[in-house]
T-cell receptor
Framework: DTAVSQTPKYLVTQMGNDKSIKCEQNLGHDTMYWYKQDSKKFLKIMFSYNNKELIINETVPNRFSPKSPDKAHLNLHINSLELGDSAVYFC????????????FGSGTRLTVV | GNSVTQMEGPVTLSEEAFLTINCTYTATGYPSLFWYVQYPGEGLQLLLKATKADDKGSNKGFEATYRKETTSFHLEKGSVQVSDSAVYFCALRSNDYKLSFGAGTTVTVRA
């Protein structure tokens, strides 16, 4: 019954590796997002897709690449991981442009060593 | 651009105390305003929302009123419990689909 699910929940990897985080929502929402939360709890939007179309692409290194195979999925692929990529990554979804709020996943804690 | 400023924490209270977390915003147009809560080790949950001026959002004893004249959306609860210990985020949804967050306020309630 999970509304927005992310996998994995924890990810520990070495610098230079490539990794992916997957996100799926079963709410029938048309828009999905990736947010990054740093060690001070600050949340910053990275990407957003509306019906598989990229609509928000913030200033994020091009090592980060989102992919939306359908409107229920938004995956995040990260190439050549760096220490500074360590953070908690949250997936979220919304309907009608989010005017009623977003539903967030439980987060993926990425640790780069 | 759009931005949200909320009071810095951490805030430590005793049970049954009154809680206020100030939030002000800068935005063009008519944003929707939200409070989200993040319990330890969990994701963000929508606590309450208001979509137009003078709307009051309320949930779980928390309230916030959308004040256009002061560009504020302060969160209040009359009597907090230990289970209210969490990080609280004020957020603004602008016309460009973006949900922008304040820096978060950590609240700890002691028994």
């Amino acid at each position: 019954d999970t509304a927005v699910s992310q996998t994995p929940k924890y990810l520990v990897t070495q610098m230079g590796n490539d990794k992916s985080i997957k996100c799926e929502q079963n709410l029938g929402h048309d828009t999905m997002y990736w947010y990054k939360q740093d060690s001070k709890k600050f949340l910053k939007i990275m990407f957003s897709y509306n019906n598989k179309e990229l609509i928000i692409n913030e200033t994020v290194p091009n090592r980060f690449s989102p992919k939306s195979p359908d409107k229920a999925h938004l995956n995040l692929h990260i190439n050549s991981l760096e220490l500074g990529d360590s953070a908690v990554y949250f997936c979220a979804s919304s309907q009608e442009s989010g005017i009623r709020g977003y539903t967030f996943g439980s987060g993926t804690r990425l640790t780069v060593v | 651009g759009n931005s949200v400023t909320q009071m810095e924490g951490p805030v430590t209270l005793s049970e049954e105390a009154f809680l206020t977390i100030n939030c002000t915003y800068t935005a063009t147009g008519y944003p929707s305003l939200f409070w989200y809560v993040q319990y330890p080790g969990e994701g963000l949950q929508l606590l309450l929302k208001a979509t137009k001026a003078d709307d009051k959002g309320s949930n779980k004893g928390f309230e916030a009123t959308y004040r256009k004249e002061t560009t504020s959306f302060h969160l209040e609860k009359g009597s907090v419990q230990v289970s209210d210990s969490a990080v609280y985020f004020c957020a603004l949804r602008s016309n460009d689909y973006k949900l922008s967050f304040g820096a978060g306020t950590t609240v700890t309630v002691r028994a």
